[in-house]
């Protein structure tokens, strides 16, 4: 069985930032107290103004940084240009909003290269970087039980390392070969407006590509943290789900399943219900409201959701509409090359 080790020098780290400075700075500024430094890391600009070029080369002399503008409105237009600029043999993807821990590059290193297969993708974990916030920790929360939702097996160690095999790929903080660009021809769907990643890790699952979740490899992500960002992303999350049905992509889940036998599938239930169940109190005891309230926010989420999901069905803002615009962006640029 062919097995790639990766080295520190050999690492991309791709970054898409849109009109968020601050952000981006602390994010930067993690990365700089890396215990491994990267061969690079490639900032994807996607916003007009520009703000982030400015930034980038502020960071010059502390980081081997490449900034790069994508014209085309869209995260996953952004994330495509990443993947197609950079150099490195191993593609870390971190969000703006960010931080990683100061052994973040390292373990992601160690699960590629400790787990023994031809070619994996390793996701790993986000914790609340506003901790206390009622409406951080409840979008945290409800992130953590996608996540279980998709879990494949109970954790194991693997030399010392706890792992964990998910149908779910989060890209504020994953990573991927990038033969898997090259060579397979993976790209995130421009049709979405959010969940590409979450798509891409259906394509994932759907090649048959292991994900692995190394629970040592940890950012601090900022979650929405007032009552206009938590109904605000709830409701993009609606138009999402409607946009993601109208694909019609076959869910990690459902290809998992169509492999199981029936009584595999009961016991995977179990264990993904088992998990859901646990994080489920932990949410309750974390999350700072009694049960009426904690009802009540959880009700605004589901409204919200709802109404993300009626507006696209009504007005269609992304299916029809990106899939056209990303047809005509590739005819009338057959041969044009990254910047």
């Known amino acids: 069985m062919r097995t790639v080790s990766y080295h520190p020098q ?26 491994r430094i990267p061969g690079e890391v490639v900032v994807i600009e996607n ?18 940084i490449r900034y790069l503008y994508e014209k085309k409105q869209g995260r996953s237009y952004a994330r495509n240009k990443a993947l197609e600029v950079a150099h490195g043999e ?68 693997h030399r010392g390392k706890q792992y964990l095999k998910v149908g779910y790929f989060d890209s504020r903080n994953a990573s991927i070969p990038r033969r898997l660009v090259t060579e397979d021809g993976l790209r995130f769907n421009t049709s979405l407006l959010k ?5 891409f890790g259906h394509e994932l699952v759907r090649r048959g590509i292991p994900i692995i979740c190394n629970t040592r490899s940890i950012v601090f992500h900022s979650y929405p943290s007032s009552l206009k960002e938590f109904l605000k992303f709830y409701f993009e999350s609606g138009m999402s789900v409607a946009m993601y049905k109208g694909l019609g992509t076959t869910k990690s889940k459902e290809i998992i399943s169509a492999m199981l036998s029936e009584e595999e599938k009961e016991k995977l239930l179990f264990l993904q219900k088992e998990l859901m169940w646990q994080a489920e109190n932990r949410a309750r005891r974390e999350i700072a409201l009694n049960s009426t309230t ?11 959701n709802l109404l993300g999901q009626t507006r696209e069905r009504l007005f269609p803002y992304g299916t029809e509409k990106m899939k056209t615009c990303h047809t005509n962006n590739r005819k009338s640029e057959p041969g044009k090359q990254p910047e």
């Open 195 to 199: 969940m590409e990643d979450i798509q």
């Open 90 to 157: 191993l593609l870390l993807f971190l969000d703006d909003d960010c931080i990683p821990q100061p052994d973040w590059v390292e373990e992601m290193l160690n699960a590629h290269n400790r787990i023994r297969r031809p070619i994996i993708a390793v996701v790993g974990i986000s914790r609340n970087l506003n901790s206390g916030n009622v409406w951080s920790e409840f979008v945290h929360h409800g992130t953590l039980r996608l996540f279980y939702q998709n879990t494949q097996n109970k954790p194991h160690h």
């Open 294 to 304: 904690f009802a009540l926010v959880w009700m605004l989420s589901k409204l919200a």
């Open 10 to 35: 050999e690492c991309s780290i791709l970054i898409v930032t849109r009109n968020r400075q601050r952000l981006l700075r602390n994010c930067l500024e993690a990365l700089t107290r890396q215990s």
């Open 47 to 64: 916003h007009r103004k520009k703000t982030a070029k400015r930034l980038c080369q502020e960071f010059q002399e502390r980081l081997p």
